[in-house]
């Protein structure tokens, strides 16, 4: 049994609002665009843990978050017109809302299991999402299932590893580690999706 299931449904319902916005946001604007403004999350973890929870934070760690938010800006600001658009703004929204997600399971992790997180995380955000796989409803096809097969099982390896990493560190600590994900967007984008950079 889970001991805190409130803050469980509540990682869910951020992890939602993330996806929404995130979504919202490629609706808008280029998958490069918002996968690099919403790589500012690391930014936000640290601004909110050491606001709100008091953490501390090393002249280090800011050191090694603005160099990575020199990096996605670098990146960002030749190929963007303009960053008030919609699709910046919601991709802002949704780094926010991730930002406060992991900040929430690292809370969770303190005194939950990672199978009971796990199984109820997914669970509660299949609730939530209920409304739009009702009113959105495609039947898939076999192509679709298999690569929706192949991200729930990474998102779920993805998951859990996280919940580790936020066992062993503090938010503030693994921020700066968050930035690897912009790398690894980049790598997949070029290499294996064939999106040109």
Not at 55 to 74: D, H, Y
Not at 141 to 148: E, G, K, N, P
Request: aromatic share 20%; glycine share 4%.
């Amino acid at each position: 049994r889970p001991k805190h299931f409130s803050r469980i449904f509540l990682r869910s319902f951020t992890g939602v609002l993330y996806t929404i916005a995130y979504f919202t946001a490629l609706s808008y604007a280029s998958f490069a665009e918002v996968g690099l403004l919403t790589n500012s999350f690391p930014l936000f973890i640290v601004l909110i843990a050491w606001l709100f929870l008091g953490e501390r934070v090393s002249i280090m760690q800011w050191a090694s978050l603005i160099l990575g938010m020199v990096g996605v800006w670098v990146i960002l600001v030749p190929n963007v017109h303009s960053f008030v658009n919609s699709g910046m703004i919601f991709a802002t929204i949704a780094s926010v809302f991730w930002a406060i997600s992991l900040i929430i399971m690292q809370k969770v992790t303190d005194y939950e299991d990672v199978y009971t997180y796990l199984f109820l995380f997914f669970g509660c955000t299949v609730c939530l999402l209920m409304p739009f796989i009702i009113y959105y409803f495609q039947v898939p096809t076999i192509r679709q299932l298999f690569l929706c097969s192949i991200a729930a099982v990474i998102s779920l390896l993805a998951q859990a590893l996280v919940f580790q990493a936020y066992k062993i560190c503090s938010a503030a600590e693994l921020a700066p580690y968050n930035f690897s994900f912009a790398f690894f967007h980049f790598l997949l984008a070029k290499g294996i999706f064939k999106f040109a950079p």
